[in-house]
């Protein structure tokens, strides 16, 4: 399996714009989660899917977020109108089933998208 | 906000010492996970804890899972270079949705030849 794929990896973007990230999570996989990493806050939660359904969206910062997933094998996070704070390291994650103690819990991350907002 | 106040921030230690760093939190995990990041990557899990006062192995890896619930430590032995990285500690508190990980802000380890 080709893991977690993400595009694109980095986007650079004018103050304004909309961004959209996608996400392939890994077949199978019925949880798909995705997050923020900012040297300041460190690794956020934003939202989660089960079963292509949103689950938590408690950490979605703010309505310019949007998060969906229109079936098992694609999701898109976009943020719009984009504004230079968004600038981070936006990561997607799979896993089959939520920490299980055989390890089928395991979140594979994907290597993120790198957004940079002028 | 972040609970979790993981240390040490960054280590640089010599190849074969042992590495130990650790996360406390101020109120009750369910569930403590570490991971590691690579330059460029996502993080990779290393170890999931799941009962209070559980020891678990990985290889070098031993982390374990304090039986106050609200800590956890993971210990790295006989240190090599491709240990460099930064280690993240997650965990779940009782209050969370089970999918809602709070991350640690991360020990980054640089190891030296």
């Known amino acids: 399996d080709a893991g977690v794929i993400q595009s694109p990896r980095h986007e650079v973007t004018e103050m304004g714009q909309e961004v959209t990230l996608r996400c392939k999570p890994i077949?199978?996989?019925?949880?798909l989660f995705w997050y923020r990493q900012t040297m300041m806050r460190g690794l956020e939660l934003l939202i989660y899917?089960?079963?292509?359904?949103?689950?938590?969206d408690s950490g979605m910062p703010e309505d310019r977020f949007s998060a969906k997933m229109p079936n098992a094998s694609f999701s898109t996070l976009k943020i719009q109108p984009s504004e230079p704070r968004d600038s981070a390291v936006y990561f997607c994650?799979?896993?089959?089933?939520?920490?299980?103690?055989?390890?089928?819990?395991?979140?594979?991350f994907g290597q993120g998208t790198r957004l940079t907002v002028v | 906000g972040q609970q979790l106040n993981q240390s040490p921030q960054s280590m640089f230690i010599q190849e074969g010492e042992d590495v130990s760093m650790n996360c406390t939190s101020s109120s009750i995990f369910n569930t403590w996970l570490w991971y590691k990041q690579d330059p460029g990557e996502g993080p990779v899990l290393l170890i999931a804890?799941?009962?209070?006062?559980e020891l678990t192995s990985n290889g070098r890896l031993t982390a374990q899972f304090g039986i106050t619930r609200k800590d956890s430590f993971l210990n790295i032995s006989a240190s090599i270079p491709s240990d460099v990285g930064i280690y993240f500690c997650a965990g779940t508190g009782t209050t969370d949705s089970w999918g809602k990980l709070q991350f640690g802000a991360g020990t980054q380890v640089v190891v030296t030849p």
């Open positions: 077949s199978g996989h019925d949880y």
């Open positions: 994650a799979s896993s089959f089933y939520l920490f299980s103690r055989t390890g089928a819990g395991e979140a594979f």
């Open positions: 899917f089960n079963n292509n359904v949103p689950i938590d």
């Open positions: 804890l799941y009962k209070a006062g």
